[in-house]
């Protein structure tokens, strides 16, 4: 299987650069995966678990927003929030959780309501996602 170039950039560092298969990315409008040869793209992510894949195995990775690009080069992801499934801490994203609820209900207008339900829609797809058997 031929390699692709992965670059995982979150605002405080460099977080892997290297070859691998394949990575699986948690897109604005869904989920994609990439392999070698892509067509170039850029998308949003959401919040949600980019898996890379390398030498046989898979290494899961809590990102929370940011961007992706696929081109010549590889393939980059600069993520706003990046840590591995093993040390992320469950607690903080039900804080958080808990905070956008409080959020939604203090609304004042619809469209801060809206845009607060969807980020709230996303934070539980990633807890749920954190609490299924695959994520350890």
Known sequence: ???????????EKLLFSGEV????VP???GDFGVLAGHAPLVATLRP???TMYRDGGGLR?????????????????LA?????VEGFDPAVL???????????ADAKD??????????LDKLRALQSALSSPQAH
């Open 1 to 11: 299987m031929a390699k692709l170039h992965f670059d995982l950039v979150s605002p």
């Open 110 to 119: 619809e469209a801060q309501r809206d845009n607060l339900t969807d980020k």
């Open 94 to 104: 039900a804080g958080v959780i808990k905070d956008t609820e409080e959020d939604v």
């Open 80 to 84: 706003d929030m990046a840590v591995p």
């Open 27 to 29: 897109g604005s409008e």
């Open 61 to 77: 990775i809590v990102v929370d927003g940011g961007f992706a690009e696929v081109g010549p080069s590889g393939l980059t992801v």
């Open 48 to 50: 949600g678990i980019l």
């Open 21 to 24: 298969d394949q990575v699986d």
